[in-house]
């Protein structure tokens, strides 16, 4: 088995920026491996907010290849996942990049989409929210425009600032009859947020995501209790284990691959969260096609898709899934999760 590991810093349209801090580059990590003839792609966008970086990620990835090259067979993902989790235990991102790579590599040499591979439904996928992140008032509202202009129904609105009300009201006067929904990225106390809750559902917010610091779950959970509006839990869970200390404090858990370590790892915290009665959301990085297109198999599985990542970018040197609208056309992948490199980066 060869393997191949990159890193790229992917420059972004605009810059992009939330409650902690404001990006101008994707760094990104792709490995891709192919063994018999045939190439499975995987990558992730690592976060410093989960202590990992692309430095680390691109420098543990040769290690974890080995391992998979020793197992020897890609389509033994459970032993394969186990291994390198023994190996590799805390850095759960160099993991996610590789478990895509490894299913992405099974399904193609069964010549099966990711999807089909799993059982579901195309069929199901819930349509993507576009992210206006942070930024002035005016800035926001034509970001927000275009993005309605261009088919977008749904938008996530990130706040945490000084002035949030002028910037979401921006947003709401610039396309009134987008669903609005708000991610404040554990930037609020709990009595900020409930204080807040009532302006943001006379703006029509259909949903409010991680309010609070991330392990304030009793704030979560006072927050949850004081507004209707949903409420999203994303840094307070982490893995499958988190799921039952915020079963009662949240509404929605957000699920983004990069914290989970492997894609059967991610299915685990998604059935978990089902069977707590929570609804589920899959989200994403500021990231490549080359990620994304993963999570995008797993969408049939929750009730909302936060996957606009690649649109925030530049240009990336990676294809994924396609998009009609603003819903993913899983039904025109032929095989694996649909990745394909279109240039060097």
């Known amino acids: 088995m060869n393997w191949r590991v990159d890193r790229h810093d992917l420059p972004l349209s605009n810059p992009f920026g939330i409650s902690r801090e404001t990006s101008e580059t994707s760094e990104t990590v792709v490995v891709e491996l192919t063994y018999e003839g045939t190439t499975g792609i995987g990558a992730v966008t690592p976060s410093a907010y989960y202590n ?110 000084e002035d949030d009300r002028a910037r979401l009201d921006a947003v709401r006067d610039a396309v009134p009859d987008a669903e609005v929904r708000v991610d404040a990225n554990t930037a609020w106390t709990a009595q900020e947020a409930i204080d807040n809750a009532d302006w943001l559902a006379d703006a029509g917010v259909t949903m409010l995501e991680q309010p609070v610091a991330a392990d304030d779950i009793d704030g979560l959970r006072r927050v949850t209790d004081a507004t209707e509006i949903p409420v999203a839990a994303d840094e307070s869970c982490v893995t499958a284990s988190d799921v039952p200390r915020v079963a009662d404090a949240c509404d929605i858990v957000n699920a983004k691959l990069v914290k989970f ?76 999760t649909g990745v394909r490199r279109t240039r060097d980066a």
């Open 52 to 161: 990992e970086s692309a430095r680390s990620v691109a420098e543990t990835l040769p290690s974890l290849c080995e391992t998979v090259d020793r197992i020897g067979d890609p389509h033994a993902q459970q032993r394969i996942e186990r291994e390198l989790a023994e190996r590799a235990p805390d850095q759960p991102a160099a993991r996610m990049a590789l478990s895509i790579a490894v299913h992405d590599l099974a399904a193609r040499q069964l010549d099966l989409p990711l999807y089909r591979q799993w059982g579901l439904d195309p069929d199901t996928v819930p349509p993507t929210t576009y992210t206006v992140g942070i930024d002035s008032p005016e800035r926001m509202a034509e970001k927000a425009r275009k993005a309605a202009d261009s088919g977008f129904g749904h938008l996530k609105v990130k706040l945490g600032t």
């Open 261 to 336: 370590g492997g894609l059967r790892p991610a299915t685990r915290l998604l059935h978990a969260a089902d069977a707590h009665g929570l609804d589920l959301m899959l989200g994403c990085m500021v990231e490549s096609n080359a990620s994304i297109a993963a999570a995008v198999h797993l969408a049939p599985l929750v009730d909302y898709v936060d996957l606009d990542g690649a649109l925030l970018l530049a240009s990336d040197p990676y294809d994924g899934v396609p998009l009609e609208g603003d819903v993913f056309d899983l039904t025109s992948v032929s095989a694996g």
